[in-house]
């Protein structure tokens, strides 16, 4: 039971739900808690295959949330100090000593590292401000969709700190190139859905009233595929992205596919094939 998520699973498919409209769903340190929590487990979910990621309200998520973070104090308690005098004090965001501080920012860019990790795809079902840590989730999902309101940037730099933060860095020129990646975090202008679908990073944009069954048709079509065989394709992916060379990546492809090829629901997927009939994979 989470304060400021929510979880709802169809069968195979898992929505996870980012739940503090109020707040157009800033990151609270609250939900990076749970958020962590929520990734962390999936290693050991073996009902959940595919996971949506999407946002209540009027967005997707608005990044950090300032306001709660402002009225910190370098330890992290909470401040009797008004926000704009923690702000103009060095206290709270950015505040403390440095050791504080890269824990605390390590608390929130390993989300990014957890949803790698995870063995199931993940589909950012992405509508209004996806910003700043917003952002870095809706490229840390293996697919992004996007609705007409979708609007994202990497709002760090506005705020005095680096553009490259949470994995962005990292995510945005393998995606876009290094010159769109390159404007969108040095200026942290945002880019919305219609550029975001010719640059490539979302994979289709469509009324925000149909984004739910967007998602969940693109979660039906990786559904109907072998459990193993989407865990091993997510798998070799992100290994392939940094691999040194063509050899390494057919090494892994090799393995992967003895493996897959050992199983029971490879066996029915021939089957099926031959027979021009949906495959019934059992995960074995």
Not at 30 to 49: I, P
Not at 155 to 173: E, K, M, N, T, W
Not at 188 to 202: K, N, Q, S, Y
């Amino acid at each position: 039971m989470y304060e400021t998520l929510g979880v709802t699973r169809e069968d195979h498919l898992t929505w996870l739900t980012l739940n503090r409209p109020a707040a157009l769903n800033a990151l609270s340190r609250r939900m990076v808690d749970e958020l962590r929590d929520f990734f962390w487990n999936l290693a050991d979910d073996r009902v959940s295959r595919v996971v949506v990621v999407r946002g209540a309200g009027r967005a997707f998520c608005a990044g950090l949330d300032l306001k709660e973070a402002a009225s910190a104090g370098p330890a992290g308690a909470r401040s009797e100090a008004k926000p704009s005098e923690v702000m103009n004090s060095g206290e709270g965001v950015g505040g403390g000593s440095v050791p504080a501080f890269l824990r605390s920012q390590r608390h929130i860019s390993e989300l990014v590292m957890l949803m790698r990790r995870a063995p199931q795809p993940i589909i950012a079902a992405v509508h209004g401000a996806a910003a700043g840590g917003g952002f870095a989730i809706a490229l840390a999902s293996d697919v992004r969709v996007a609705g007409q309101s979708a609007r994202m940037n990497a709002a760090f730099i506005r705020l005095g700190v680096s553009g490259c933060d949470i994995g962005v860095s990292y995510f945005l020129p393998r995606v876009v190139g290094a010159s769109v990646a390159s404007e969108l975090l040095l200026t942290g202008d945002f880019i919305d859905a219609a550029r975001a679908e010719r640059t490539g990073l979302v994979s289709r944009v469509v009324p925000d009233d149909q984004l739910e069954d967007c998602a969940r048709t693109l979660a039906q079509s990786m559904l109907r595929n072998s459990p193993l065989a989407l865990r091993l394709t997510k798998e070799c992916l992100k290994h392939s992205i940094d691999a040194g060379s063509l050899e390494q990546v057919i090494a892994m492809e090799d393995r992967n596919q003895a493996l897959a090829g050992s199983t029971r629901d490879f066996r029915e997927g021939v089957a099926a094939f031959l027979q021009k009939r949906p495959a019934s994979f059992e995960d074995a």
